[in-house]
């Protein structure tokens, strides 16, 4: 596995890397056999150490956790415990979606945008209708089933996810619902 581990503003050392390497290497073995790469990074905020942890497993699905401590290590921790429970949820299910796909999930890319929100409260009328555009990237929409989509939504702990349907090849909706339920949004072609 590929490890990609850095700090905000902060110094990781070869001791911490390699405490990193050993609690993600145990968790992984124990519950997904196959990850490609990770990403944990690590900042402070007041007085509490941050650890956000993500990991792209083979299936084509991401699993992310973030930890908060007093201590750095401890914040790694928690971080891991916390993917560990995430995984070890979804494991049957992840075996079982595996072992029906023949070849990893399909990327499409596409273009995402961050728009500017009104500061001047809602009293105030805009100018123009048009969008004040800040940040444009690239992202990729997952080939997923619905239930690869629900999963993958669970696992990253994302309110909404787009993906592209399987089974009808077009654009659909997974989003966490008000009342705990999730909602699927299919558009008729």
Not at 92 to 102: E, I, V
Not at 151 to 176: C, I, S, T
Request: aromatic fraction near 6%; charge should be negative; include cysteine.
């Amino acid at each position: 596995m590929r490890y990609q581990i850095a700090g905000k503003q902060i110094d990781i050392g070869d001791a911490l890397q390699e405490h990193v390497r050993t609690e993600l290497d145990a968790v992984m073995e124990k519950y997904a056999q196959r990850p490609t790469d990770a990403n944990v990074t690590f900042s402070k905020s007041a007085h509490e150490f941050i650890c956000e942890t993500t990991v792209h497993l083979s299936s084509g699905l991401t699993a992310q956790s973030k930890g908060r401590a007093p201590e750095i290590y401890a914040a790694l921790d928690d971080s891991c415990e916390k993917m560990e429970k995430q995984i070890r949820r979804y494991k049957r299910r992840l075996k079982d979606h595996h072992k029906t796909r023949a070849e990893p999930v399909e990327l499409l890319g596409a273009s995402s945008y961050i728009l500017a929100s009104d500061q001047e409260g809602e009293e105030s009328e805009p100018d123009t209708l048009q969008p004040v555009i800040v940040a444009e990237m690239e992202t990729q929409i997952p080939s997923l089933s619905v239930g690869e989509a629900v999963m993958q939504m669970e696992l990253a702990g994302a309110p909404v996810l787009v993906f592209r349907n399987e089974g009808k090849d077009g654009v659909n909706v997974v989003y966490r619902r008000d009342d705990g339920n999730i909602g699927w949004i299919d558009p008729r072609n």
